[in-house]
């Protein structure tokens, strides 16, 4: 990459955008909101059971300016989803003035494993066990979203749950690949475990990207 574009990349002006696309939120608090999302390429958290491998090689993905993906993302919507990829793998303070500068609200799902850049109106967190959260964005996330692929982790899920603020809410989310083995005993933990909520990928059911 030149020096030029890979300086703008590290101010955070330029990102390597995977996709941008208009769609549901399909997961979490928000599930059913119209929003537009922004897949930021690059992450080295190497989760197995990923479900955008396609994400993880930033080389891959073309370096676009950011102020153009703003104005791309202000024709659709007044909400936008800042995801990736892992998108705290860059400087988001950029990309996220420019979005409010347009009075648009800003949504991000991350795993933490990198410092909490830019301005949220909205933080999901999901943390993954092999690369955990920086410590400052327990008490600033907004949801907790553990996904649950195997027994393990719902001992991991209440683990997280000691980290966040009062007010966060959680929720337990299927593996995609193991949901049907796993849905009845989310479905069990979440009875015997009120404070926890479902989440389920519906954009998956809805046949939506
Ligand atoms: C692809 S990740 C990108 C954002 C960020 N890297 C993260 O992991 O939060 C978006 C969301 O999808 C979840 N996810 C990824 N693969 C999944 C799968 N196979 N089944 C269920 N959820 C999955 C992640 O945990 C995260 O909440
Ligand atoms: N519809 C839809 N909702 C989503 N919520 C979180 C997603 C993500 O990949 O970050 C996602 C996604 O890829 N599609
Ligand atoms: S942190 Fe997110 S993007 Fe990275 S491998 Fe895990 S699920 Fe995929
Ligand atoms: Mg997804």
Redesign the pocket.
């Given at each position: 990459m030149k020096k030029e574009i890979q300086d703008l990349v590290n101010q955070g002006k330029m990102l390597p955008l995977m996709e941008a696309f208009y769609t549901i939120q399909g997961?979490?608090f928000h599930k059913g909101t119209a929003a537009y999302f922004i897949?930021v390429g690059g992450?080295d958290?190497g989760?197995h059971?990923?479900?955008?491998k396609e994400?993880w090689n930033p080389d891959i993905h073309p370096p676009t300016s950011a102020d153009d993906i703003v104005n791309e993302a202000a024709k659709y919507s007044d909400t936008i989803v800042i995801?990736?990829?892992?998108?705290l793998t860059w400087d988001m303070t950029y990309l996220t003035n420019k979005l409010k500068e347009k009075a648009l609200k800003i949504h991000i799902?991350?795993?933490?494993?990198y410092p909490l850049t830019g301005v949220w109106d909205w933080i999901?967190?999901?943390p993954?066990k092999i690369k955990l959260p920086q410590t400052e964005i327990y008490s600033k996330a907004h949801e907790l979203?553990v996904?649950v692929?195997n027994n393990s982790d719902f001992q991991f899920a209440e683990e997280q749950a000691t980290q966040v603020n009062g007010n966060c809410i959680l929720y337990l989310?299927?593996?995609?690949?193991k949901?049907e083995k796993m849905m009845p005993l989310i479905v069990d933990y979440v009875m015997k475990n009120p404070k926890w909520r479902i989440s389920l990928?519906t954009h998956k059911y809805l046949n939506i990207p």
């Amino acid at each position: 990459m030149k020096k030029e574009i890979q300086d703008l990349v590290n101010q955070g002006k330029m990102l390597p955008l995977m996709e941008a696309f208009y769609t549901i939120q399909g997961e979490g608090f928000h599930k059913g909101t119209a929003a537009y999302f922004i897949r930021v390429g690059g992450c080295d958290v190497g989760c197995h059971w990923c479900d955008v491998k396609e994400s993880w090689n930033p080389d891959i993905h073309p370096p676009t300016s950011a102020d153009d993906i703003v104005n791309e993302a202000a024709k659709y919507s007044d909400t936008i989803v800042i995801t990736g990829g892992e998108p705290l793998t860059w400087d988001m303070t950029y990309l996220t003035n420019k979005l409010k500068e347009k009075a648009l609200k800003i949504h991000i799902e991350t795993s933490g494993a990198y410092p909490l850049t830019g301005v949220w109106d909205w933080i999901c967190l999901s943390p993954k066990k092999i690369k955990l959260p920086q410590t400052e964005i327990y008490s600033k996330a907004h949801e907790l979203k553990v996904i649950v692929y195997n027994n393990s982790d719902f001992q991991f899920a209440e683990e997280q749950a000691t980290q966040v603020n009062g007010n966060c809410i959680l929720y337990l989310q299927p593996e995609w690949s193991k949901r049907e083995k796993m849905m009845p005993l989310i479905v069990d933990y979440v009875m015997k475990n009120p404070k926890w909520r479902i989440s389920l990928q519906t954009h998956k059911y809805l046949n939506i990207p």
